[in-house]
């Protein structure tokens, strides 16, 4: 069955770095999109980033753009989110997804998630 696990969140300073990872099984890793999302306390779902099957193309919400970076390693069934210049209001919980075809749009699957909490 499909398995996405999170790892890599935790505290980090204002200004500082993290780097998510998602490891995928159950399913042809290189021939599916993948994203990111995210989920404040008491906000709703917010999407991220996604990434094409082939790593040819990503996207970008415009509050992460120009600081984070989505890359794959389809050789390791492995996402990442490199997340540079943390602000606070990055602190929420990021969720892996699987999308359902090779370019980012809709979800099937997701992680159980993995928390980032931004704060001096």
């Known amino acids: 069955q499909v398995q996405l696990v999170e790892s890599g969140g935790g505290l980090a300073q204002p200004g500082g770095s993290l780097r998510l990872s998602c490891a995928a099984s159950?399913?042809?890793?290189?021939?599916?999109?993948m994203s990111w999302a995210r989920q404040a306390p008491g906000k709703g779902l917010e999407w991220v980033s996604g990434?094409?099957?082939?790593?040819?193309?990503?996207y970008y919400a415009d509050s992460v753009k120009g600081r984070f970076t989505i890359s794959r390693d389809n050789a390791k069934n492995t996402v990442y989110l490199q997340m540079n210049s943390l602000k606070p209001e990055d602190t929420a919980l990021y969720y892996c997804?699987?999308?359902?075809?090779?370019?980012?749009?809709?979800?099937?699957?997701w992680g159980q998630g993995t928390q980032v909490t931004v704060s001096s």
């Open positions: 990434i094409y099957s082939d790593g040819s193309d990503t």
């Open positions: 159950g399913f042809t890793f290189s021939s599916y999109a």
């Open positions: 997804a699987k999308n359902r075809e090779r370019v980012p749009r809709e979800y099937d699957y």
